[in-house]
């Protein structure tokens, strides 16, 4: 099963233990890389990089998760690092057509916007996907391509 670097801020560390723990019964492996409490208060952007980082070292073999309250912060910081393609995933069909239509290597949720049986659902269904050269990898190449004229 895959491997997952998952990271959250203080509004979303009870969200993350949740789907820390249904991805290990998955047989995922989970690298947790913060923040350790719910009094924790390592900003969103930091750890949003600690996955990141984690995810381009491993040559995009790993995925990341990323959950603080809404999703948004931790998406959009995630999206500031090469190669990286992060999605906030509130719901099943969006979360899966991140990586079937965009290639995504990265979930965002938030713990303020959906409860933890459907974060659960999401997060489980996620991980299984593959993307499947096919219609979506011109769009998906024009990301690349954009993202190279644009990270100098």
Not at 21 to 35: A, F, N
Request: glycine fraction near 10%.
């Amino acid at each position: 099963m895959r491997e997952i670097v998952i990271g959250c801020d203080n509004a979303g560390f009870e969200m993350k233990n949740i789907i820390r723990e249904q991805l290990q019964k998955l047989g995922c492996t989970v690298e947790d890389v913060g923040c350790d409490s719910a009094a924790d208060d390592t900003l969103y952007p930091h750890i949003a990089g600690r996955v990141c980082d984690k995810v381009i070292a491993s040559g995009f073999a790993k995925r990341g998760i990323l959950i603080c309250g809404t999703g948004i912060g931790m998406c959009m910081t995630a999206n500031k690092f090469r190669g990286i393609r992060a999605a906030v995933g509130h719901d099943l069909y969006s979360a899966r057509r991140s990586v079937l239509s965009n290639n995504g290597n990265v979930l965002c949720m938030g713990a303020r916007v959906i409860g933890p049986e459907l974060a659960k659902m999401i997060a489980s269904d996620w991980v299984q996907l593959e993307f499947a050269d096919g219609p979506s990898t011109p769009k998906v190449e024009a990301i690349i391509e954009t993202e190279a004229a644009n990270f100098h």
